[in-house]
């Protein structure tokens, strides 16, 4: 279990396709009826990666992908992988604004992109591009959809055509042009201080990462797992694809989350593990159908991206038979896990804390005043080093240097304890960043946003607690003089140029903000009075 996996991604897939080209790798049951075998989905990534090649995209170019969990964001993986390019990935829910931030900020060529989620057309968004804003995005490539894309854009089945273009020795030598320590896929991550950063992480980093938590989920060629959780995100992954791959599992997505499709594909597919946040699992078991389906064939799974009720953790073992249900700990920043609890853990254990450390995974907790490390028992801020810390944070050296310390050590931000027997718990936040149903929100972003309302002389965001999705975004406004503001006004502000789970639940006027003696906000009492106005 402790030994690393020194393969890149393209190294690896060769080798399930050697050793279970048979065995099925992707398959989808929401009507369109895909189901590709290990030797398939290598075929089908190789012909891409080599009209890739044609479209001039090669090692080191970075191609971003925005899409919600379709084949072609899964080909598009693994040909980025074949011809040495890095993959960077796009949250589903972006606006305009987040796109062209991330878009010119990662340096992208390229951009493969769907018709849009619900809520989202991309092609509009796209529209709306400030021209001259990106300037080293070269391609768009369309995945095939309801309508043609325009401006420029190549159709996904056109760019196909191009693979005979290029050889497959050419692929081949492309593929022998890469090592495991380079980087191959880039994820935006919310921060505190302001717009998100791109972490950088490699091969070694996510293989591994995704191979040591498949272990501890003790995952084989024989279980299925069900992926409802988002591709672009690291849950969606590393946790989820990397994980299946690395023990020849099969991967079973759904396109866009939805209780009822999840059901019917893990009813259909007989999975034998589900992945979620709290809030999917939360959905499914309070969805009115949710007796009339056979979900017997579940064994495992995991439960992240924000904490974990231990109430909705018995009902997941209990009613959908996920006696083996485990959670991960971590941050995009380690690939993204930490500790995790293992499927043997007693369930005590298993409902009440992260777990313990994966291996090769060094963790401490220190005081956040002294630096110092603490005893068991005694909580602090985590922090972790080891294979799984990123390459850092794409162009901001001092960003990196303020998360990495010299001696390699990941300062978190998150507070916790770890216990004697090496259990660890969270226990709450350095950070004032939101956890909304897994997804991480940066105050600062929304706030900078709402600077820009010519009605709005300052804002604070904070986030308050919520049965649904752990927390919400609440906004403290300090209108103009003379201003005349709504809640729902403030509301679609944001509504139109940002995505949808960092609208604010809750908007608040207020005259001044509660400040320390040298001027600092103190947002703790913005939370505080937030939660007594909603009574929680």
């Known amino acids: 279990m402790n030994d690393f996996l020194e ?11 050697a050793e279970h080209g048979d065995a099925d790798a992707l398959v989808y049951a929401d009507g369109r009826a895909l189901r590709l075998s290990y030797a398939q989905l290598n075929a089908v990534s190789r012909r891409v990666a080599r009209a890739f090649m044609a479209l001039g995209i090669g090692k080191g170019d970075h191609v971003a992908v925005w899409a919600a969990n379709t084949p072609e964001w899964v080909y598009t993986l693994h040909a980025c992988a074949r011809v040495g390019a890095v993959l960077v990935t796009v949250n589903t829910n972006y606006k305009v604004f987040e796109l062209e931030y991330l878009l010119r900020q990662s340096d992208s060529k390229a951009l493969v992109f769907s018709d849009g989620v619900k809520g989202s057309d991309y092609h509009d968004i796209l529209a709306q591009l400030t021209p001259g804003a990106v300037p080293l995005l070269r391609r768009l490539i369309h995945m095939p959809g309801a309508r043609k ?12 055509a191009l693979a005979d273009n290029v050889p497959p020795e050419a692929l081949a030598a492309a593929e022998r042009d890469q090592h495991t320590r380079e980087v191959i896929n880039m994820q935006y991550t919310s921060g505190t201080t302001g717009f ?33 959780v988002p591709f672009f995100h690291c849950f969606g992954l590393v946790l989820a694809q990397m994980a299946a791959i690395t023990h020849f599992s099969a991967m079973v997505p759904v396109e866009q989350y939805n209780p009822l499709q999840v059901m019917r594909t893990v009813q259909a597919e007989r999975c034998t593990a589900l992945h979620g946040v709290p809030t999917m699992f939360i959905f499914i078991l309070d969805h009115p159908d949710f007796a009339s389906y056979d979900l017997t064939s579940l064994r495992t799974g995991i439960m992240a991206g924000s904490t974990c009720p231990i109430e909705v953790m018995r009902r997941v073992v209990e009613q959908m038979h996920q006696k083996e249900i485990v959670i991960t700990y971590g941050q995009t920043e380690c690939s993204p896990g930490m500790t995790m609890s293992r499927t043997d853990d007693p369930l005590e254990l298993r409902v009440a804390t992260v777990g313990r450390l994966l291996p090769h995974a060094e963790g401490k907790v220190i005081d956040p005043e002294t630096g110092l490390e603490n005893p068991p028992g005694v909580p602090g801020e985590i922090c972790t080093r080891g294979y799984h810390l990123m390459k850092g944070y794409y162009k901001m050296p001092e960003a990196t240097a303020q998360a990495i310390d010299a001696d390699g050590w990941l300062h978190t931000g998150d507070i916790g304890v770890c216990d004697k027997d090496g259990y660890w718990s969270i226990t709450g936040r350095l950070k004032d960043m939101i956890i909304r149903g897994g997804e991480n929100i940066s105050p600062r972003e929304i706030e900078e946003l709402l600077y820009t309302h010519p009605d709005i002389a300052d804002s604070q965001v904070v986030g308050v607690p919520s049965e649904k999705f752990g927390e919400e975004v609440c906004a403290f406004v300090i209108p103009r003089s003379g201003a005349s503001l709504t809640e729902e006004g403030v509301k679609e502000f944001v509504r139109a140029k940002m995505s949808r789970h960092k609208i604010p639940s809750h908007v608040f006027f207020i005259d001044t903000f509660p400040m320390t003696a040298s001027g600092k906000i103190m947002k703790y009492k913005l939370r505080d009075k937030a939660a007594e106005a909603l009574g929680k």
């Open 7 to 17: 393969y890149t991604l393209c190294e690896w897939m060769d080798k399930a396709e």
């Open 196 to 228: 998100p950063k791109g972490v950088c992480l490699t091969h070694h980093n996510i293989l591994n990462n995704g191979y040591f938590i498949g272990e501890c989920m003790k995952l084989t060629p024989a279980d299925r797992l069900c992926i409802p």
């Open 149 to 160: 894309a325009e401006g420029g854009a190549i159709e996904w089945d056109d760019m196909l």
